[in-house]
Nanobody, 115 residues
Framework: QVQFVESGGGLVQPGGSLRLSCAAS????????MGWYRQAPGKQRELVAH???????TYTESVKGRFTISRDNAKNTMYLQMNSLKPEDTALYYC?????????WGQGTQVIVSS
């Protein structure tokens, strides 16, 4: 079984930064391609960043140059460094394998970008 726990969200002003963490439990983390997803109210869940088990990364265009996805397989942990945050980044952020599986969606961590 696979469990993911997201943390690191919060309230931040536009232009600020946050670092999200995704801790994997009950899995062999290094074996999975992973993704960070977000869902804003009234919007569909969106894949924000992807990282393969080997460490190659891709990003949705709206976050390129601002967000960085990384992973530490030895710690079974994935990160999302978010810089230059914008109000439109406000959402619940989730981690999951990529492609995501419904049973692996957790509670997420809330990011609010507001003055």
């Amino acid at each position: 079984q696979v469990q993911f726990v997201e943390s690191g969200g919060g309230l931040v002003q536009p232009g600020g930064s946050l670092r999200l963490s995704c801790a994997a439990s009950g899995s062999i983390f290094h074996a999975y391609n992973m993704g960070w997803y977000r869902q804003a109210p009234g919007k569909q869940r969106e894949l924000v960043a992807h990282i393969t088990k080997g460490g190659s990364t891709t990003y949705t265009e709206s976050v390129k140059g601002r967000f960085t996805i990384s992973r530490d397989n030895a710690k079974n942990t994935m990160y999302l460094q978010m810089n230059s945050l914008k109000p439109e980044d406000t959402a619940l952020y989730y981690c999951n394998i990529d492609p995501g599986l419904p049973r692996y969606w957790g509670q997420g961590t809330q990011v609010i970008v507001s003055s």
